[in-house]
């Protein structure tokens, strides 16, 4: 690792893994929730594996009379069982792999009970996965925009899905494992941390440590 001992993230709804490779390597994690909200962006989706390929997940959020609205007064909208589909779908991506029933309660929960505000509802699931990887870190949050704290590298836009194939990032390549649908589409690196929870279960942990490159 390089004399950064931080790192700078955006709120995300069941992080991907390079994302979760960060929070099991640096010491210091900061959280941004001063932003605006910024659409098609792991704010607020999540990308799995199903047998016809990815699928993404989107959490539907309030449409304000303001275009611009801070990511921690996002309200998430209910106007349709979005939930109720999301598990729909999670249940039956993985339901098969070998550590599903393992953590399925664990994860089920956040789509019996309404949260308000998406960002609280990211930093719940965020908190939650991080303790069934046995991840002691803080998650600290950001006092203002634009002020990247001193030692940290901005990860605020890096990763995302638009950008993830045309800004590589050097501190990151994803090591293989077991997925379900392996067979039929190969290994399909970098899914919601979902993926690699339910196919790995314990050894996930070790292959975050394994995708972080070390500079």
Known sequence: MTQ?????????????V???SKLAVY?????????N??????RNRTVILGDNGPISLIVPVEKGRQQKIRIKDLRIAYDEEWQRNHWRTIFSAYNSSPFFEYYADDVEMFFRKKHEFLFDFNQQITETILEILEITVSLNLTEDFEQV?????NFREQISPKTHLINPDPHFMAEPY???FAEKFGFVPDLSILDLLFNEGPSALEI??????RQ
């Open 4 to 16: 950064y001992t931080g790192i700078l993230l955006s709120t995300a709804y069941f992080a991907p």
């Open 18 to 20: 390079r994302y979760f």
């Open 27 to 35: 010491p210091e994690i900061y959280i941004e929730q001063h932003e």
């Open 37 to 42: 909200f910024v659409k098609q962006t792991y």
């Open 149 to 153: 704290p001193e030692n940290c590298l």
């Open 178 to 180: 077991t997925q379900v």
């Open 208 to 213: 975050l440590g394994n995708s972080f490159v």
